[in-house]
């Protein structure tokens, strides 16, 4: 069973078009993120939600807007994608529980290349 | 601003070499400190979690430590073999939830 799932794996767009990737955790978790890695492999928060409330907000373009229809899915959608937005966009989730039980579970990513 | 970083970025070594691979982070209120893997287009698996109240934590191979006075932590890998061949990130988690990671070192183990 896959615990977080995020879809599409790969997205190829052109500039200017809007995108959405779509993740799914099975973990029971409340707490779930967006992260960037970029080209030099930086893995950068870009949003958290816990319980479905936006808790981190990273200096991000308000033409990303990540929506939590509830606390099993965080979707993140794009708008008016730029170059500069292809990247792999990882999917995560944690537990604030026990803290031997906190650690963080990643998606596979989603490979978007804009162009 | 917490920042992490790791050195090597990089590293090649012969199967069967034991190895060191080092983060450090610049702030040293921390919950915990992660090491991961990440293998070519996939995400990445957690190897060991050492709670800040924690000097090391040990798995079959893998060993991790902390020091979060001086803000560093190695992760021990011996006996290499290829399978081992991946890029190790070290990750802090903050409060709020908050993870940090570092930028990664790229480790290939040649037969």
């Known amino acids: 069973d896959t615990a977080v799932s995020q879809t599409p794996k790969y997205l190829v767009t052109q500039m200017g078009n809007d995108k959405s990737i779509k993740c799914e955790q099975n973990l029971g978790h409340d707490t779930m993120y967006w992260y960037k890695q970029d080209s030099k492999k930086f893995l950068k928060i870009m949003f958290s939600?816990?319980?479905?409330?936006?808790?981190i907000n990273e200096t991000v373009p308000n033409r990303f807007s990540p929506k939590s229809p509830d606390k099993a899915h965080l979707n993140l959608h794009i708008n008016s994608l730029e170059l500069g937005d292809s990247a792999v966009y990882f999917c995560?989730?944690?537990?604030?529980?026990?803290?031997?039980?906190?650690?963080?579970?990643f998606g596979e990513g989603s490979w978007l290349t804009v162009v | 601003k917490q920042e992490v970083t790791q050195i090597p970025a990089a590293l090649s070594v012969p199967e069967g070499e034991n190895l060191v691979l080092n983060c450090s982070f610049t702030?040293?209120?921390?919950?915990?400190l992660q090491w991961f893997r990440q293998d070519p287009g996939k995400g990445l698996t957690s190897l060991l979690l050492?709670?800040?109240?924690?000097r090391e934590q040990t798995s079959g191979r893998l060993n991790a430590s902390l020091d979060k006075s001086s803000g560093r932590s190695t992760l021990y890998i011996a006996a290499s073999q290829p399978g081992d061949s991946a890029t190790y990130l070290c990750a802090v988690r903050l409060g709020g939830q908050n993870f940090v990671f570092g930028p990664g070192t790229r480790l290939s183990v040649l037969p």
């Open positions: 702030d040293s209120a921390i919950y915990n």
């Open positions: 939600y816990n319980n479905k409330e936006l808790i």
């Open positions: 050492i709670q800040s109240s924690q």
């Open positions: 995560a989730s944690s537990s604030p529980g026990q803290e031997k039980l906190n650690t963080i579970y």
